[in-house]
């Protein structure tokens, strides 16, 4: 069974970083790649970024570019999210999900629960 | 990057009625080389993560009732609900992968009516 557990959200100020983290079990990691789609309360879904299976090339939105970034390591099954300069609109749901197959193009065939961050002060 | 718009916002449907909800890109997201249409839809319930429906614009997940089916192609995709069920309230999301900059439609919230 495919399982993706987040971790590392919170509570943090305008301006401010996180780091969320993704446990990944129940198949070969290196295989697939991996992405964060938000979700802003009460509202749609909105990818944030990828990675391959071997943790290159990564790919952002242009909401996020330069602020956030996506790394992996396979040795642990682990797909983190470095999130700096934290502005009150990422404000979110953030799911990890898994690609379906190793590629720039994907899909999601499953997802995490998600971990709430929130930009406040 | 491509927009994905869906139609309409919100629709409600009698039990064991037809449900049909409209995607449509900006661009095509049908590829020549394979003759394949990178469009995928998603059902999210309440409080829980979206689910994998149909990928490839028309091919049904593993699970997934028969009463979901999904067609169109270019920049024209349909999600149709054969005959509604009550389990079946949820929002539906389409989503293009033919760019490596993903995007989502918007939303079409299912209820009873």
């Known amino acids: 069974e495919v399982l993706l557990l987040e971790s590392g959200g919170g509570l943090v100020q305008p301006g401010g970083s996180l780091r969320l983290s993704c446990a990944a079990s129940?198949?070969?990691?290196?295989?697939?790649?991996m992405s964060w789609v938000r979700q802003a309360p009460g509202k749609g879904l909105e990818w944030v970024s990828s990675?391959?299976?071997?943790?290159?090339?990564?790919f952002y939105a242009d909401s996020v570019k330069g602020r956030l970034t996506i790394s992996r390591d396979n040795s642990k099954n682990m797909v983190y999210l470095q999130m700096s300069s934290l502005r009150p609109e990422d404000t979110a749901l953030y799911h990890c999900?898994?690609?379906?197959?190793?590629?720039?193009?994907?899909?999601?065939?499953?997802w995490g629960q998600g971990i709430l961050v929130t930009v406040s002060s | 990057d491509i927009v994905m718009t869906q139609s309409p916002d919100s629709l409600a449907v009698s039990l064991g009625e037809r449900a049909t909800i409209n995607c449509k890109s900006s661009?095509?997201?049908?590829?020549?080389?394979?003759?394949?249409?990178?469009l995928a839809w998603y059902q999210q319930k309440p409080g829980q993560p979206p689910k994998l429906l149909i990928s490839?614009?028309?091919s049904r997940e593993s699970g997934v009732p028969d009463r979901f089916r999904g067609s169109g192609s270019g920049t024209d995709f349909t999600l149709t609900i054969s005959s509604l069920q009550a389990e079946d309230v949820a929002v539906y999301y389409c989503?293009?992968?033919?760019?490596?900059?993903?995007?989502f439609g918007p939303g079409t919230k299912v209820d009873i009516k």
């Open positions: 990675i391959r299976g071997s943790g290159s090339p990564t």
């Open positions: 490839w614009a028309s």
């Open positions: 129940g198949f070969t990691f290196s295989d697939y790649g």
């Open positions: 661009q095509t997201v049908l590829y020549s080389s394979n003759n394949r249409n990178y």
């Open positions: 989503q293009q992968y033919y760019s490596s900059l993903l995007t």
């Open positions: 999900a898994r690609g379906h197959r190793d590629s720039d193009y994907l899909y999601f065939d499953n």
